[in-house]
């Protein structure tokens, strides 16, 4: 089987979900901790803005991560129609339907 070729975009997709989750850990951390923090800071002082604040930057950090997975999906779509490809050089497309 001939290793398909990839763009730049791509070969740093297939670098990234290589490497695993030690990437996302830090992400996670990076909005958790702080949410976690407001959280904790509203239920010692009874305060309603630090649990809105916490949620804002739990959903504005998830919002982010889905857009960016939306943004590379089709990155990830070709990458996948490439392997596809070498793998079966017949021509059909090798998905049972």
């Given at each position: 089987?001939?290793?398909?070729?990839?763009?730049?975009?791509?070969?740093?997709?297939?670098?990234?979900?290589?490497?695993?989750?030690?990437?996302?850990?830090?992400?996670?951390?990076?909005?958790?901790?702080?949410?976690?923090?407001?959280?904790?800071?509203?239920?010692?002082?009874?305060?309603?803005?630090?649990?809105?604040?916490?949620?804002?930057?739990?959903?504005?950090?998830?919002?982010?991560?889905?857009?960016?997975?939306?943004?590379?999906?089709?990155?990830?779509?070709?990458i996948i129609r490439k392997y596809e490809q070498a793998c079966n050089?017949?021509?059909?497309?090798?998905?049972?339907?």
């Amino acid at each position: 089987m001939a290793r398909p070729s990839f763009t730049a975009a791509e070969q740093y997709l297939i670098s990234h979900v290589l490497e695993g989750a030690s990437g996302h850990v830090g992400f996670e951390l990076a909005y958790l901790i702080p949410a976690g923090a407001l959280v904790l800071f509203g239920f010692i002082y009874s305060a309603p803005p630090a649990f809105a604040a916490a949620f804002a930057i739990i959903v504005a950090f998830r919002w982010w991560q889905l857009a960016s997975d939306r943004r590379n999906a089709p990155a990830f779509r070709e990458i996948i129609r490439k392997y596809e490809q070498a793998c079966n050089p017949s021509g059909t497309d090798g998905v049972a339907g």
